[in-house]
């Protein structure tokens, strides 16, 4: 017997500070966190954009930091952030007696995992002849991530971290959401984090052309859906969940604040940084998310996108979403954020799983802003500039990345 | 579970899966060179360019971890062509798991930045080699498969946590073929100096008799329906001793015990039932003392049915889990357990468990085996039970 899945808990650390509350009252507004970086490049030469949470001091957030520091690299701090705030609004610090720890899992997404780590390790090891040593294999590989969580959680479940490409976060939530689904555990604590921000991961992305090439206010260099985007810019953070069979939640009492109802996933097989341009196999995955779960494309209000800005990304979303939903893809709304926060990698898709949530509840989405010109092969209606209303019960959060990797989440409204 | 394991690709220094097996039935220690040690030893062979159908170009644009996982995949599915071209393309997937990754290559871009005086002289390709899961689009390119890839990092447990999330897949028809490959490629020096120091203290292994080694290996796995192997995946487990994350708790060994029952109950079986054990010993002092007391508790009373191959192969850390479903496969299809090699072991250690060892290859028809992969660090534990239909 199949069994319904239930967020109880989120949260959220992003560009705009700490805190899921912080980070939707920010989008709603439309603001903008990007700026140029100062990462030791020529900003006239490399522009280099992005979005970072400044002032983050992890010992404000997190009772062990002392504790637990020299093994986290910046991206596990936002994490283990994010995870206390989900975990504490879903009861799980207080709710002991009534959850069993070996049903309790950590699933975390990433896709650079502590790359920053291993690049300021190895700058000390050329530079000073400082030796790596075993802190920095919990700094910089994903698989001791989880658990670390589930050290702080007491979780003895499974604990997995996933990392197929950009879309990270949404693969670790759609795993998740199966393995409750199945019965394999009550609660899985998941999401997804980087922070990805580096010179080298920032130089490497200039040479293929992604970065962002705008040369006017900073703010608006990330232009998803405008006819001359001029790119993808960076951000970082990270979105964490708490999932539960929902009468693992109802039996504790605690505030259920969305569904999952559905995941789906495929991949293009087609090009390791480039989008089939068909879209065939994207629009599949939107397809499957809704029809499996029995629902039609009118049923469909709202799509949380993943908008990157760059010209290939963008085009290809938009044919998928054609594909998928025919006539009804111009009756309904979608976004993206990384028009504000710039694209957090593993987090981003765990973020805007959380902005849907919110979306659904408030029936508020949050707008793409720096909309400038119609693209005729961006020609839905993407929310620009200004947030809108929606009325819908059902939202997908979809993905895609390197690979040719992309996932959808169908999440239902809570009333 | 609806799954079966339709056959292996294995790239490591001692060759491919035959010459493996061969190693294993003669118990022979093969000659491997040391690149670099500091504590621990690994060994590496040089890969055959030539002698595989991977594109020259992926060698200058990958690290060697990901062409590993390409050869070890490719490997696999070469076994099943026919079969392969007669199956869905959108329900081919592949799943990869990698606990360093492309660190090589990644710190490789990292010493061209820092020696060019940081002027721009990396690989377009650096930000694909910080992605973990490149590997999963990389093979999914080659074999020109659409299916549903997942890239699964836990670690050591990385590639049997890929057969375990892969098995799911298939039992829950979202794919009906799966490559699952776990792979390394350890030539980074500073790996020695990131890997966990054994002091020797408890040790189940002989002082620098143990080594990690790079390489790769893909377990192709098959819905039953399609597929005519005799080999069949009917339970598995992932637990974690929370407690056990920077040294090992008393209370280890009772989420391992607790999770070996439940493996075994929901495939309605007992220890009774288990022919062969291969056991999570990684040479994690306290941890594989722990796993013997557990293995020692719940076998009680059963002898020569515990054997360990990365003594002889290396431990391949992500591609180890796999390797041991290899070779227990190997094993029930020969009606082999073979012969542990002394040498290896620590007699101390040892004398206290020797009976659960094979000292000599020893012929028995094996109906179910237990493959335990445990993780360098903490307390992860991911169990696999194997059952062979032909008996």
Known sequence: MKKRVVITGMGAVSPFGVGVQTFWNNLIQGKSKIEL???GLDKEIYTPYGALLKNFNFADHFVQADRYAPYLDRAMQFVLTATHEACEQAGLFKDTERISRDRVGVYVGTTTAGHVSAYNQAQKLYNEGEKFSTHNLFQCTPGVWPMIIGKFIHANGPMKSYCISCSAGGESIGNAFRDIRDGIADVIVTGGGDAPISKINYLSFYLIKSTSRWKGNPSEACQPYSKNRPGMVFGEGAGMLVLESYEHAVQRGTKILGEIVNYAANTDGFHIVAPDPEAVRYGDTITAVFKEAGLQPGDIGYISCHGTGTYRNDAAETKAIKRSLGKHAHRIKLSSIKSMLG??????????????????????????????????????????????????????????????SNNALLLKRVK | MNVKIEGFGIVSPIGDKNKIWEHICENESPECEIIHQNGINKCVSPIDTGNNNIDPKFFRRMDKQVVYELMAGNEAVNGSESYLSSLDREKIGVFTGSLFAQLQFGMDQI??????GNKNEISMYTGVSFYYGAASGEMSILISSKGENASVCSGACSGIDCVIEGAKNIDRGVNSLLLSIGGENLDEAVISDMMPKNNGTNSVFMPKKYFYSSGAVCVLLASNEKSGSSIEIISSRNVNDSESLFECRESFSSVLEDSIVKCLSDAKLTVDSIDLVIPGINNTGEYDIAELSVLAKLFHGKKNFIYIPTALTGDMLSGSGNLKIYVASRCMLAGIIPANNPDFYNQRVLDLYKAFFNWKNKQKELRYSLVIQRDIVGGRISLLLIKNNRI
């Open chain 1, 343 to 404: 694209h957090a990698f593993g987090g981003s898709t765990a973020l805007e799983l959380i902005s849907l949530t919110k979306s659904l509840k408030e029936g508020v989405a949050p707008p793409t802003i720096n909309y400038k010109e119609f693209d005729p092969e961006c020609d839905l209606d993407c929310v620009p500039n200004q947030c809108a209303k929606i009325d819908t019960d059902y939202g997908i959060k979809i993905a895609t990345g390197f690979g040719g």
């Open chain 1, 37 to 39: 970086l100062n990462i």
């Open chain 2, 111 to 116: 010493r061209a930045l820092i020696s060019s």
